[in-house]
């Protein structure tokens, strides 16, 4: 899986951290509160922007092993923590300090298409990531929690898109090109036919035929002025993939693509959820 670019990540990050649902990463929080230190995957890194979320959150010192296909978005990842977290070279990671606790970070090149295994060797204490399964096939999600169920790991897995999508003024092609974006999101991302916004109602099935605890919330973005660079780029890239489709004709993308460009607020649907191993 590639194609997703460090400028990209960069921009999306603050409304990341936003969305994220307060009561599911308080309660991740408590259950870990207490340990001598935890080890933490984090599958399909990006730029690293799960780690500067989360880690703050937990107290307890942390070692991260951070996992991704694409060398370019590793190399960022090791450049922007180091730079957030004051980290000194330790070997092949880093050495963080973050609310005045150490965070060691190693980062690991991996295939999760073939295999999610290697990333789980050594078997750490949780497992997550961010806007991560909607671009995975549905066949995929079953068989990660299968290992994941071997393993008996907890699964803090945040803002998956769910498919909702709502545009302030209206415009009246926004149907027919959520409907093409939501076909082309299903496109193969390197892991089979995309699970797209059908990701969050596999991945909690799944879980649950496995005995897990599932707790899910909504973690919408809510973009306004404040996002106007994010609208702009959400907008064209939402009629790019429409149109490339088929789906809908080039002048209606591009007209939505104008009208959405200076549109006054949008909310992106995403999905939050914290998985607990049966007892």
């Not at 990701?199 to 919408?220: K, Q």
């Not at 088929?246 to 939050?272: M, Q, T």
């Amino acid at each position: 899986m590639s194609g997703f670019s460090p400028d990209w990540l960069a921009l999306r990050e603050p409304a990341d951290l936003r969305a994220r649902d307060a009561g599911l990463l308080g309660a991740l929080a408590r259950r870990l509160a207490g340990r001598e230190a935890v080890t933490i995957v984090d599958l399909g890194c990006g730029a690293g922007s799960n780690l500067r979320a989360l880690a703050p959150a937990l107290d307890v010192p942390q070692r991260w092993r951070l996992v991704d296909h694409d060398p370019r978005l590793l190399d960022a990842a090791r450049q922007r923590l180091a730079a957030w977290g004051g980290g000194a070279a330790d070997g092949a990671g880093l050495a963080l300090t973050v609310g005045g606790r150490r965070s060691d970070v190693e980062f690991r090149q991996a295939d999760l298409a073939q295999s999610v295994d290697a990333a789980l060797d050594p078997t750490p204490d949780l497992v997550t990531a961010a806007a991560f399964f909607d671009l995975v096939s549905e066949n995929w999600i079953e068989r990660f929690v299968q290992t994941l169920a071997a393993r008996r790991l907890p699964l803090y897995a945040v803002l998956t898109y769910d498919g909702e999508e709502r545009w302030s003024p209206p415009h009246a092609a926004d149907a027919s090109v959520l409907a093409a974006f939501h076909a082309h999101q299903g496109r193969d991302k390197g892991f089979g036919p995309a699970a797209g916004p059908r990701a969050a109602a596999t991945l909690e099935a799944a879980l649950r035929r496995h005995g897990y605890a599932v707790a899910t919330a909504a973690s919408p973005w809510r973009l306004g002025g404040a996002e106007r660079e994010l609208i702009r780029q959400l907008a064209d890239g939402i009629a790019a993939a429409a149109a490339d489709t088929g789906r809908v004709p080039p002048e209606v993308a591009r007209n939505w693509a104008a009208a959405r460009r200076v549109a006054l607020s949008a909310l992106i649907g995403h999905v939050d959820v914290l998985a607990l191993p049966p007892s």
